[in-house]
């Protein structure tokens, strides 16, 4: 095994951008900026970066946050629960901050083997030091988790639901329209004729005017799927000019009643923070597309629409990833009480 030095950084300033960014290299949601405003918005979650190095090259790394509010899938009694654990224990996750996608960022052959045993070794010495609950390395795909190179003290598990993805392979929204089969192209046809018969009218921006709106409608929203509410979203929306973004807002009657999030990196987008009020027909549809046709204005490689509402976004032709696993570690004291219950 090649002897690779990890050097650990508690800001992601204390780090060159170019080193970073060569690290990174163009993968989404993974560039030095991208961390920047994750910084800024999950400010109450301190980071820590581990950057592996063989002499004077860097070739993988790890950013690691330390968060005591996070938004688990759970019943709500249960998340209560965990809620009041974590505040004292909070959990060390390896994720890109407000991008559901992994902050693992390994090379390949030949080196890749010896970068994760370093980085998960690295991982949990500072999981120990920050005296935390699980070290959870989630958004992996199958593949990952099969890695012979993570060392003992990790556990294979299935944590969500999948989220939904695209390659833009299309010259424009247009061609791609062209090639849509007829049944799913109705869809679009039908979030138009909806959304012009509703008087719904879509507006762009590169900021957030009216936050306190907005968070009406994206809680609303959580409350209807049973979900809990993401601690860092009206941060995220109070920086939201500090990355490449377009914020949509459909207003009925002068009136917000629909919203969503686009948040690019590297050529890759994701649409999060969707709002919508109870009673918007065909609004849902009509933020998709809308979100859809910004990716072909922008030149986006990939477009990601997260978990749920999975027909119509099959309709739209997107397809399930393969990354809701995640490799974890538990503290002693969190695996002695496991094993007390029932």
Not at 62 to 74: G, Q, R, S
Request: hydrophobic share 40%; aromatic share 10%; proline share 5%.
């Amino acid at each position: 095994m090649k002897k690779l030095k990890v050097k650990v950084h508690k800001s992601i300033q204390e780090i060159d951008p170019k080193v970073w960014n060569r690290v990174a290299a163009a993968r989404g949601f993974q560039s030095h900026r991208w961390y920047t405003f994750g910084e800024r918005v999950m400010e109450d979650s301190p980071p820590t970066y581990l950057v592996a190095w063989d002499g004077d090259t860097p070739v993988a790394s790890a950013a690691l946050f330390k968060i005591k509010n996070e938004p688990l899938p759970l019943p709500e009694i249960a998340r209560q629960f965990m809620s009041s654990i974590l505040k004292r224990r909070p959990l060390l996750v390896c994720r890109s901050p407000l991008a559901d996608t992994s902050a693992l960022l390994l090379p390949g052959e030949p080196m890749r083997d010896d970068s994760l045993a370093a980085l998960a070794q690295a991982a949990q010495d500072e999981f120990k030091k920050q005296r935390c609950s699980f070290l959870v390395f989630d958004f992996l795909l199958t593949e990952q988790l099969k890695y012979p190179s993570w060392p003992a003290g990790y556990e294979r598990i299935t944590i969500s639901e999948p989220g939904t993805y695209m390659p833009i392979i299309w010259e424009s929204f247009d061609s791609y329209l062209e090639k849509t089969n007829d049944k799913d192209l109705q869809l679009y046809k039908q979030s138009l004729k909806q959304a012009k018969e509703n008087g719904l009218v879509l507006s762009k921006q590169k900021t957030v005017s009216d936050i306190d709106t907005a968070m009406h409608l994206i809680n609303d929203v959580s409350v209807w799927h049973g979900s809990a509410h993401n601690p860092w979203t009206r941060k995220m929306l109070e920086n939201f000019s500090l990355v490449d973004g377009t914020w949509l807002e459909i207003h009925k009657d002068e009136k917000l009643v629909g919203c969503c999030a686009v948040l690019r990196d590297n050529k890759f987008q994701i649409a999060t923070a969707l709002g919508l009020e109870d009673d918007v027909p065909g609004g849902y549809s009509f933020l998709l597309y809308s979100a859809l046709q910004d990716a072909f204005e922008h030149k986006v490689r990939l477009v990601r629409f997260g978990t749920g509402s999975y027909d119509v976004k099959r309709q739209m032709g997107f397809h399930l990833e393969d990354t809701n696993h995640a490799m974890i570690s538990m503290a002693s004291t969190m695996s002695r009480a496991m094993k007390r219950l029932p």
